[in-house]
Each structure stands twice: as C-alpha cells, then as structure tokens.
C-alpha cells in the first residue's frame, strides 16, 4: 500500500462536527463532482473514503449513496469506487457551495464555508482525500500535489494552504492545475494540520534517518578529503627529500631537518600531527605540528631551488 493510502486510511476515521463534515464534503465535491444536473458522481479508490463521503452525505441529508465497483482503464491498478447520488440534488450541491439558488455552477467556493480554521482544515482534508498525493519520504523526493481542473479551485486551495505558510505554489501541467509543496517541514505541516497523526511520526522517523544517513555521508566525504590532502601532501615532501638526497646527499641537511626526513621515509602517510607526535615519542624531544610543519618548509625552499 502506498503512502497516500496510508494517509487517506488514517484520515478517513477523523471525527467531524457538522460545519467540518459540510467544509471536507465541499473540498471533496469540487475537484471530483460530476454530472450534476441528473445525478451527482463521485469518484475514488480508496472504499474507506466512499463510505466516509456517503456517510456524511446520509447524517447531513438523510440521503442513501450507492457505491459501485468499477474497473480501472488506466495501467495501475486499482478499482474506482464510484457514488452515486439520486435525491436532494438542489439541496446538497447549494449547501456546498457548488450551486446558486439557481442551480447555476459557483466557480469559487463560498468563503462561509471555511469560515473558521477547523473547517479550513476539512476543506483541505476533502481536497486531499479526492485529488491529492503524497511521495513516500523514503523516496528521493519530498513532494505533495493536489490535481485540478479548474484554475478557480487550484487558486483556492492554495490560498487555504498559504494560510498555515506552507509555500504552496501551482503549475500547469498537461491541462490541469497542479498544487504542490516541496518542503519537507511544510509536508510534515500538512499532515499534521488534516490530522494525519501517525503519519507524521512516520514521516519525521524516515526523514530524520534520511538526514543521519546525510551527515554520516558528508562526514565520510569528509575524512576521505582529508586524508586524501594528506597523502598528497606526504607524497610531495618524499618527493622533495628524493631530490634533495639524488642531488646534494642527505648529510648536507642540518640534523633537524635531517631527522624530519628519516621520520617522513620511515611513516610515509603519517599526518604532521601523527608524524610529531611519533617523533616526540621515539626521541623524548617534543615538537609540535607547527614546528614540523616549519621543517618541511625549508626542506621544499631547498628542493625549489634544485628544480
């Protein structure tokens, strides 16, 4: 089971008051609704959000739904759950605002029914449970959509979702308007504003290994690049001391740098701060990184002048 389904699973049992059931039917209805004028249709693939949508349709109206099993054309998958509604049209489709008095198409939802944030959050929670998705966080991409027909309601559903500063932005693609979010924290916002509470803790568990697993990497990089520096730099001052020793004999060297030399061909990929502190060790004479460092220095000024 994918992750949306999970969500649409865990937010299908949400209990609602009845402006929040009137809000999630409104935000279901507007991205889903079909054939209006004799029956209404609805569409899903998911069974628990058909029985959750004729549910409310039955408290709110007292009105029967039927819930018809289709197959599904396109390649994936599913069976499309299909309700059906038969009496009460007028009535439900003006209460939701998808209707005048005249029975004539609103193409912007009524602002009386997100009038508060409670019902804002079950308009979202309609919209999502009819055209929205979610990206598994597992997957490379932190991603969220909501897929519309209508520009009106894609530019609603935004507002609502920029509301609670979720960044939402739209995009046209292939005839249809496409609300998205890309922030991990704002995906994590969302869920938590439709409710979906077991899904965030899924979510931020998945996404806090995910960045674990980053640092872990990039420290890695890391330590490889440093060692990587060091090796270079060891196979520099062998180079330079070969030199040195071809052209001029290692006795010409004072014995500070000639015991700088011993020690760089006796521990070839020591670090200066390894390399120190062997000599500090092996000759009961301290010298520290810097003082190394300053050894090698002189000894490349000699090998600079060799070349």
Known sequence: MSFTSNV????????TTKPEKIAELSGFFRSNCKNIKEKIELYTENLKIAKRICSFIKELYNVECAIDTKANSAFNKKNIYEITVSDK??????????????????????EFIVGSIDEVKSYIRGAFLSSGSINDPKTSQYHLEFVFDSKEESVFVQRLLNEFELNAKIILREKK???????????SDFLKIIGASNAVMYYENIRTLKEQINITNRLNNCEQANMDKTLMSCNEQIKEINLIIDKLGIDFLDEKLKEAVMYRLKYPESSLNELSEIISVETNNKITKSGLNHRFRKIKDIASRLN
Do not use: F, P
């Open 89 to 110: 049209l007028d009535v439900i489709l003006q209460d939701l605002s998808i209707v005048d008095s005249n029975n004539n198409y609103i193409a912007q939802t009524r």
């Open 8 to 15: 649409k699973d865990e937010i299908s049992i949400i209990k």
């Open 177 to 187: 308007y496409m609300v998205y979010i890309k922030d991990s924290d704002d995906i």
